[in-house]
């Protein structure tokens, strides 16, 4: 994919880093950056939360980490205490964005959260404070394209905590905001989609929708010509896949249903030749 990338970036040489303030916010004319922690300390043995969240200018976009054909969605370093560990990033569903020339992009536009989560391990002394710090670069685009970073620190408390760590007020809602929008896992019991891949075809049954999208992970196996065939006005959806060794066919499906205030979001975990009620676990 990213067949259009090199023209982009080429376009965004030129650009300005967002300004960073060394605490936990960074600004540019297009994207206002910041990341939050969901409680007021680390605790020994806890997970916590963080949240990078990106207020994004009217008109303009940034990425999601699927199968692009330009763009580059948020990269995330973070640098961790001894004894914290990350683990995988929790990414809201986007939406599609086509372009000239049959391309094919999935964006954010107006806000984009994504959530880490940070597990610290029982070894970690209570008493004293932790620094977490990251470097985040990312692409926004309206009808040119540029690339921004910025750099967070945020420090607090390492506290002993049972049952759990206070939630901070001031963050309560980013955090709820962004949890509505995270695609859900398939239940295994009654799932609301049915998924077939064999060899080189994929089928979504989606019993009551009226429409079917798939959003194709970067990571996964590549789907054929998604811009005209991951996506259906209907309750049943299926496209071609090219195979590869030790690739899943990972990403999103969302759902439309009549009457519905909002779509279903899914996220699909599916090895060749099993369904989704079978694979789709961590």
Same mark, same amino acid.
């Given at each position: 994919?990213?067949?259009?990338?090199?023209?982009?970036l080429a376009a965004?040489?030129?650009?300005?880093?967002?300004?960073?303030?060394?605490?936990?916010?960074?600004?540019?004319?297009?994207?206002?950056?910041?990341?939050?922690? /969901?409680?007021?300390?680390?605790?020994?043995?806890?997970?916590?939360?963080?949240?990078?969240?990106?207020?994004?200018?009217?008109?303009?976009?940034?990425?999601?980490?699927?199968?692009?054909?330009?763009?580059?969605?948020?990269?995330?370093?973070?640098?961790?205490?001894? %004894?914290?560990?990350a683990a995988s990033?929790?990414?809201?569903?986007?939406?599609?964005?086509?372009?000239? %020339?049959?391309?094919?992009?999935?964006?954010?536009?107006?806000?984009?959260t994504v959530i880490?989560?940070?597990?610290?391990?029982?070894? $970690?002394?209570?008493?004293? /404070?932790?620094? $977490?710090?990251?470097?985040?670069?990312?692409?926004?685009?309206?009808?040119?394209? $540029?690339?921004?970073?910025?750099?967070?620190?945020?420090?607090?408390?390492?506290?002993?905590?049972?049952?759990?760590?206070?939630?901070?007020?001031?963050?309560?809602?980013?955090?709820?905001?962004?949890?509505?929008?995270?695609?859900?896992?398939?239940?295994?019991?009654?799932?609301? $989609?049915?998924?077939?891949?064999?060899?080189?075809?994929?089928?979504?049954?989606?019993?009551?929708?009226?429409?079917?999208?798939?959003?194709?992970? /970067?990571?996964?196996?590549?789907?054929?010509?998604?811009?005209?065939?991951?996506?259906?006005?209907?309750?049943?959806?299926?496209?071609?896949?090219?195979?590869?060794?030790?690739?899943?066919?990972?990403?999103?499906? /969302?759902?439309?249903?009549?009457?519905?205030?909002?779509?279903?979001?899914?996220?699909?975990?599916?090895?060749?030749?099993?369904?989704?009620?079978?694979?789709?676990?961590?």
């Open positions: 994919m990213f067949r259009s990338f090199l023209a982009l965004c040489l030129a650009a300005k880093p967002a300004q960073a303030d060394p605490a936990h916010a960074g600004a540019s004319p297009n994207v206002k950056a910041r990341m939050l922690a /969901e409680t007021l300390a680390f605790a020994p043995g806890k997970r916590t939360h963080l949240a990078f969240h990106f207020d994004i200018a009217e008109n303009w976009h940034m990425y999601w980490r699927g199968q692009n054909d330009s763009g580059m969605p948020p990269q995330i370093d973070l640098t961790l205490p001894d %004894g914290f560990k990033a929790q990414w809201p569903a986007p939406k599609r964005h086509t372009l000239p %020339g049959g391309l094919l992009d999935h964006v954010y536009d107006t806000t984009l880490v989560p940070i597990d610290v391990a029982m070894s $970690v002394r209570a008493g004293g /404070e932790a620094t $977490v710090s990251a470097r985040v670069e990312w692409m926004v685009c309206d009808d040119v394209c $540029v690339l921004e970073d910025a750099e967070f620190a945020l420090t607090l408390p390492v506290r002993d905590a049972a049952p759990s760590v206070e939630i901070d007020p001031a963050n309560a809602k980013v955090f709820a905001e962004a949890r509505a929008r995270l695609p859900k896992p398939l239940p295994k019991d009654d799932p609301p $989609v049915k998924i077939d891949w064999t060899a080189s075809d994929v089928v979504i049954d989606a019993r009551g929708a009226t429409q079917v999208t798939f959003y194709p992970d /970067e990571d996964g196996v590549e789907v054929q010509s998604p811009i005209t065939s991951a996506t259906a006005k209907a309750a049943r959806l299926a496209f071609k896949v090219r195979p590869a060794p030790g690739k899943r066919l990972l990403g999103i499906v /969302e759902l439309h249903r009549e009457g519905a205030a909002r779509p279903e979001t899914y996220t699909v975990d599916v090895a060749p030749g099993v369904g989704a009620e079978r694979s789709n676990e961590p």
